[in-house]
């Protein structure tokens, strides 16, 4: 996992509420085992009709969207089954943020396991001004806020969440910062 950076990013707004992780990532795409390449799958059946053409109106299918870092969608973002694919479906297409007024628990806790930043907040406003302009936000982690042009918002975290991702640690590599502990207590333990 990447430390995460400030950084600033296009917002591609996704006006749906309750968007599960079979949207997210169709069921037929999960035969991979590596996190790389299910980018071009993600919301697969909203990007593409029946006959594999593009549906222009998606906003992932409009070029002022192209690039885009920054996701933000309806409440219950990330509902549905645990797959871990969501979350390696969107970052693989290249979104660092999720902002959403709630999510699924598993699929937020994922996110944070592999890179994603998943913050709660409304996101009525950056609906409305991200569909009508094309939008820039800088996304401050360590201070934990949002910046566009003038305005900021303020979002919480988890304190250990905020450390994991600022140093770029998922659950190995935390538990590897242990092993010198580990291997002194294998030395010690004797086998039954």
């Not at 969608?73 to 390696?88: D, L, M, V």
Request: net charge negative.
């Amino acid at each position: 996992m990447q430390p995460f950076e400030t950084f600033k990013g296009l917002v591609l707004p996704l006006d749906r509420t309750n968007v599960d992780t079979d949207q997210i990532i169709p069921k037929q795409f999960l035969k991979r085992i590596e996190r790389k390449g299910f980018g071009e799958c993600l919301f697969y059946h909203w990007r593409y009709d029946d006959k594999g053409e593009v549906i222009e109106v998606f906003p992932l299918n409009q070029e002022k969207y192209q690039g885009a870092q920054i996701l933000v969608a309806g409440a219950n973002f990330g509902c549905g089954s645990s797959r871990e694919h969501a979350p390696w479906a969107l970052q693989d297409y290249g979104f660092k943020v999720i902002i959403a007024p709630s999510f699924a628990d598993i699929f937020y806790n994922n996110c944070l396991k592999n890179g994603i930043l998943p913050i709660t907040l409304d996101t009525q406003s950056l609906l409305e001004r991200s569909e009508t302009e094309k939008l820039f936000m800088t996304v401050d982690l360590e201070n934990q806020k949002l910046i566009l042009d003038e305005e900021q918002l303020h979002f919480d975290i988890d304190p250990y969440q905020k450390e994991t991702l600022l140093k770029g640690l998922d659950d190995i590599a935390v538990t590897m910062m242990l092993e010198d502990k580990i291997t002194k207590y294998e030395e010690n333990v004797k086998l039954v």
